[in-house]
């Protein structure tokens, strides 16, 4: 591939299309407005559809718009194409660009000649947002002064618009981003786990596994590359490298942790501790991280701690700042957070577990019986996977929205299985079937815009539910 300077390409005068006016499209203008480039706006929906104020900005900051869907009479005008992480690269509007030589990229892509200081990124099917603000927090708390943001917050290009103060850079990247990342180089790339995913964009799950690796495709020798070394697709392409046979070798230094003490891994877990394998002049040390009496004692957040204390150690941070700042960690909200107890029942939100792999990372951590409220609009991929926990650990199956026939379908005879209409008949269905000491858990395997804006709406609407059936304070 042809190794290109963005700093050469994205000169004033320059004209760079944007593609796509969500919050990163929005952020990409802003970062080339003060490049001093020409800028046009290709937008797929309708122009009624944009905020006033949004286009009033627009057209005062003299950037052209088009909406209702991406021609390619502009896109092949443009010397450069910024697409938003949402935008399919496969369009063909955009395959006809890359055939005329045009780059076509996203932000990551900007990331080797824009950004000033060292780079974390962070990658997963699930769980890349915790680990990304705990490796943003246990940095903080190290005393340095970091940027969190990318698919979490705030856009890269946000910040490549501003003073660029930190001194480290702390990205969640999702695998859309990383199709348009281009030479992106992370000198810490951190990869929890690979689980079916997004195959309504993805030609295959062989496709999807290799958008995941890529996050180290760039990494040259000093570089760290942490995974998780019980994934199965990572250990699969571990071996695949190994023996000379990936797509692309591996340059940086691979450093795996497991939940068990096998050979070979820099981290493992005993009960509720981390233990991480530190070389000194001295010889090699165990470092022992404790996180009981923590809201990161419980999997899979033991994991996801794992991957974040050795991606700060990576960068010099002291072990006893770390031990500070996992202390004080709050989780993200909608992540297995207890809303609240009542009469012998936990009622767990994990709405953020929009595919089967979340789910079955929170069924694998629970300790009691679960009632499962699941389903939504199916996003490919199947079910398969949780067969063997649901027989193990769920009472009964609540099961909402579009996909609710096929997951009866699947989980048929494994467990107890009702519908429910909506959220709140779905947690009253969920109580009547627990027992004291079950856990019921909105756990959802499903994306959430059949019946709600969000996955974080659909979790609001879980708790305010849960909340309804009387005053019943948070555990």
Same mark, same amino acid.
């Given at each position: 591939m042809l190794s290109r300077n963005f700093k050469e390409i994205l000169k004033p005068g320059a004209h760079v299309? %944007?593609?796509?006016?969500?919050?990163?499209?929005?952020? #990409?203008?802003?970062?080339?407005?003060?490049?001093? %480039?020409?800028?046009?706006? =290709?937008?797929?929906?309708?122009?009624?559809?944009?905020?006033?104020?949004?286009?009033?900005?627009?057209?005062?900051?003299?950037?052209?718009?088009?909406?209702?869907?991406?021609?390619?009479?502009?896109?092949? =005008?443009?010397?450069?194409?910024?697409? =938003?992480?949402?935008?399919p690269l496969g369009i063909? +509007?955009?395959?006809?660009?890359?055939?005329?030589? /045009?780059?076509?990229? &996203?932000?990551? !892509?900007? !990331?080797?000649?824009?950004?000033? !200081? +060292?780079?974390?990124?962070?990658?997963?099917?699930?769980?890349?947002?915790?680990?990304?603000?705990?490796?943003?927090?246990?940095?903080?708390?190290?005393?340095r002064k970091v940027f969190v943001g990318g698919n979490l917050g705030t856009p890269l290009a946000e910040y490549l618009a501003g003073a660029q103060a930190c001194e480290v850079v702390v990205l969640?990247?999702?695998?859309?981003?990383?199709?348009? &990342? &281009?030479?992106?180089?992370?000198?810490?790339?951190? $990869?929890?786990? /690979?689980?079916?995913?997004h195959l309504d964009r993805y030609a295959s799950y062989k496709a999807y596994v290799e958008a995941k690796m890529s996050l180290f495709k760039n990494q040259q020798p000093g570089d760290v590359a942490v995974v998780n070394g019980d994934d199965l697709a990572i250990s699969e392409w571990l071996a695949k490298e190994a023996a000379q046979q990936s797509p692309w070798p591996l340059r940086g230094e691979i450093r795996q942790y497991s939940s068990s003490g096998r050979d070979g891994v820099t981290a493992y877990l005993r009960g509720t501790t981390v233990h991480l394998a530190t070389a000194t002049e001295s010889g090699e040390?165990?470092?022992?991280?404790?996180?009981?009496?923590t809201q990161l004692a419980q999997a899979p957040n033991s994991e996801n701690a794992m991957a974040a204390i050795m991606a700060v150690r990576a960068l010099g941070c002291s072990p006893a700042d770390i031990r500070k700042s996992l202390a004080d960690f709050k989780p993200l909200p909608h992540r297995l957070a207890l809303v609240a107890e009542r009469d012998g029942v936990s009622y767990y939100d994990d709405s953020k577990a929009t595919n089967v792999g979340a789910v079955y990372s929170a069924l694998a951590g629970m300790k009691q019986p679960v009632v499962l409220i699941a389903g939504g609009r199916d996003k490919?991929?199947?079910?398969?996977? $949780?067969?063997?926990?649901?027989?193990?650990? %769920?009472?009964? $199956? %609540? $099961? /909402?929205?579009?996909?609710?026939?096929?997951?009866?379908? !699947?989980?048929? &005879?494994?467990?107890?299985?009702?519908? #429910?209409?909506?959220?709140?008949?779905?947690?009253?269905? #969920?109580?009547?079937?627990?027992?004291?000491?079950?856990?019921?858990?909105l756990s959802p395997a499903c994306a959430s815009f059949d019946m709600f804006r969000s996955y974080s709406h659909r979790g609001e609407m879980f708790a305010q539910a849960v909340n309804s059936l009387g005053d019943c304070p948070c555990g």
């Open positions: 299309v %944007v593609v796509g006016l969500g919050k990163s499209g929005v952020s #990409a203008v802003r970062f080339l407005l003060k490049l001093g %480039v020409r800028i046009s706006v =290709s937008e797929g929906g309708r122009q009624e559809n944009l905020a006033g104020d949004l286009v009033r900005w627009l057209e005062e900051k003299r950037v052209f718009v088009e909406t209702g869907g991406h021609t390619s009479e502009l896109l092949n =005008s443009a010397d450069c194409i910024l697409v =938003s992480p949402g935008v063909a +509007p955009l395959a006809a660009a890359r055939r005329k030589g /045009i780059p076509v990229v &996203g932000e990551l !892509a900007l !990331a080797r000649d824009f950004i000033k !200081a +060292p780079v974390v990124a962070v990658t997963g099917t699930n769980g890349k947002s915790t680990v990304t603000t705990l490796i943003g927090d246990l940095l903080t708390g190290s005393g969640e990247v999702s695998s859309f981003q990383l199709d348009g &990342g &281009g030479e992106f180089r992370p000198q810490v790339g951190v $990869l929890l786990n /690979i689980t079916p995913d040390i165990d470092e022992g991280y404790e996180l009981a009496g490919g991929g199947g079910y398969e996977m $949780l067969l063997p926990l649901v027989k193990e650990k %769920v009472r009964a $199956l %609540v $099961l /909402i929205g579009e996909a609710r026939e096929a997951m009866a379908k !699947a989980f048929a &005879g494994v467990t107890k299985i009702t519908f #429910a209409r909506e959220m709140s008949e779905a947690v009253r269905m #969920a109580g009547s079937l627990a027992e004291n000491g079950d856990a019921v858990l």
